[in-house]
């Protein structure tokens, strides 16, 4: 199975400020297609899952600019610029190139 | 508009069964996968398996084979999961989810008590 490590597991941050979160795969996410299926998911508290980027660095539908996902092959990160209120909650990374389809442990974002 | 419609908790003793499932709609699940995610209370997310409702081909976790069984009804817009020989630590939330994550239902809490 591919495992997903992400990094930190928890982050305190004030509005405004910008954070990163990494994932790491432990196999090469590219599709046999040349696509790389690595997602990005916020779970916001009492809520389900919200896909925030697709494909590594699509943007979601209604998903505001400042968050952006950039990375390749193994290597990934979420980066979201100027954090407001709402952003808190659990991000997780997701990989649906290979069978079973994993998640990272989870990133719990809290505002300061 | 896409959305999917969970049914509501269930309430299971060990060793029983509970069927859940996930009305989709605003799309016709013909044109997609439906996966099952479960979540255990304060953890993670962990993939059950996916359905193509178009032909009921299914693909599981291994270690969810023997637990879950995927199905659909494409007349009702509908995907199913069964859980089997119930346990304590099957206590989750489930959802149904499409598109790769695009859309999730809003998730059927699963506890297991005798």
């Known amino acids: 199975d591919v495992v997903m490590t992400q990094t930190p597991p928890s982050l305190s941050v004030a509005i405004g400020q910008s954070v990163s979160i990494s994932c790491k795969s432990s196999?090469?996410?590219?599709?046999?297609?040349?696509?790389?299926?690595l997602h990005w998911l916020l779970q916001s508290p009492g809520r389900s899952p919200k896909r925030l980027i697709y494909?590594?660095?699509n943007l979601g539908s209604g998903v505001p600019d400042r968050f952006s996902g950039t990375g390749s092959q193994k290597d990934f990160t979420l980066k979201i610029s100027r954090v407001e209120a709402e952003d808190l909650g659990v991000y997780y990374c997701?990989?649906?190139?290979?069978?079973?389809?994993?998640f990272g442990s989870g990133t719990k974002l809290e505002i300061k | 508009e896409v959305q999917l419609q969970q049914s509501g908790a269930e309430l299971g003793k060990p060793g029983t069964s509970v069927k859940l499932s996930c009305k989709v709609s605003?799309?016709?699940?013909?044109?997609?996968?439906m996966h099952w995610v479960n979540q255990r209370p304060g953890k993670g997310l962990e993939w059950i398996g996916r359905?193509?409702?178009?032909?009921?081909?299914?693909i599981y976790a291994e270690k969810f084979k023997s637990k879950a069984t995927l199905t659909a009804d494409t007349s009702s817009n509908t995907a199913y999961m069964q859980l089997s020989q119930l346990k304590s630590d099957d206590t989750a939330i489930y959802f149904c989810?499409?598109?790769?994550?695009?859309?999730w239902g809003q998730g059927t809490l699963v506890t297991v008590s005798s």
């Open positions: 997701a990989q649906t190139t290979h069978f079973p389809l994993t």
């Open positions: 605003g799309y016709n699940i013909r044109n997609t996968y």
């Open positions: 494909q590594v660095s």
């Open positions: 989810a499409m598109w790769a994550f695009a859309y």
């Open positions: 196999q090469s996410l590219v599709y046999s297609d040349g696509k790389t299926y």
């Open positions: 359905i193509d409702p178009a032909n009921g081909n299914t």
